[in-house]
């Protein structure tokens, strides 16, 4: 019997010292990869304050930083 695996990436998006990651790996023959996007982290305002909690820069970076890791995942097979 096939054993899967799930990964899901919330803050830590490194490859090279994540050591969920690597158990994952490890321990099971297929290991699925994921990421969902919280709606509260990328809302345009807080709910208690009138400040912007994610401006287009940052989500702009988070939209680079998850496609460089799905490329390295697929790049390390």
């Given at each position: 019997?096939?054993?899967?695996?799930?990964?899901?990436?919330?803050?830590?998006?490194?490859?090279?010292?994540?050591?969920?990651?690597?158990?994952?790996?490890?321990?099971?023959?297929?290991?699925?990869?994921?990421?969902?996007?919280?709606?509260?982290?990328?809302?345009?305002?807080?709910?208690?304050?009138?400040?912007?909690?994610?401006?287009?820069?940052?989500?702009?970076?988070l939209?680079?930083?998850?496609?460089?890791?799905?490329?390295?995942?697929?790049?390390?097979?």
């Amino acid at each position: 019997m096939k054993r899967l695996g799930i990964v899901w990436f919330r803050n830590d998006l490194r490859l090279h010292d994540n050591e969920l990651l690597a158990w994952a790996h490890a321990n099971n023959d297929y290991v699925n990869h994921m990421y969902c996007f919280d709606p509260r982290q990328i809302t345009d305002k807080t709910y208690k304050c009138d400040f912007v909690k994610c401006d287009k820069y940052r989500l702009k970076f988070l939209i680079e930083t998850i496609e460089n890791l799905n490329t390295s995942l697929i790049s390390n097979g």
